[in-house]
């Protein structure tokens, strides 16, 4: 099930199947943005751990570098960490994710972006966290959704933020999964119902432009 699938040619292919340039356009105007960092951690990111991602290596330089552009430009940047324990993740992947587990933390390129960080227990980063308030007190009015995993907690995430009335920017090269068939799958739904999937260079070209 796993595969190291994120190539150039596999987000180019991905970018031209789903970007809809007029729902882009109706984003635009909205640059009061905030990027969500979902569960950067190394559990998904190390090759020692279980839940290791294998094209990894491939997007996190992609994803350091985007964070640092936006820092560059005033974007806030907050981060989920995620861990469960006995509950109906447990039971439905077969263990638990303890909160104390060093694999549990951010991958250590990513701490020094890590300002401000929001623990969640479900896929989720709204339910049961302070999330939302956060991005209503800084007045938030588009969320830039990046992380792990894409069709799990960066899909949920995404669809919650629509629903709270949030425009969603969902790059097609901002998230990483365990092989491309989920990736396309969350894009294909996305574009069609919830989020732009632009590419990150194009995010921080409009995030520049205002």
Known sequence: MKEDYFTEEFIAE???RYFRPRKWEKVRPFRNAAVLAIDLQAYFLRP???AFLPSA???VPRLV???REAERLGVPIIFTRHFHRDDIMTRWWGGNMPR???LNGLLDEFRSFAETVIEKRTYDAFHGTELEGILRK???ETVVITGVMTHLCCETTAREAFVRG???VFPVDGTLTQNRFFHEATLRNLSHGFAVTSLLGEVLEWLSSG
């Open 14 to 16: 991905m970018r031209e």
């Open 48 to 50: 020692e751990s279980r």
């Open 57 to 59: 290596p491939r997007f």
């Open 65 to 67: 570098e985007f964070y």
């Open 100 to 102: 104390d587990d060093p």
């Open 138 to 140: 800084l007045h938030v």
């Open 166 to 168: 949030f425009n969603v």
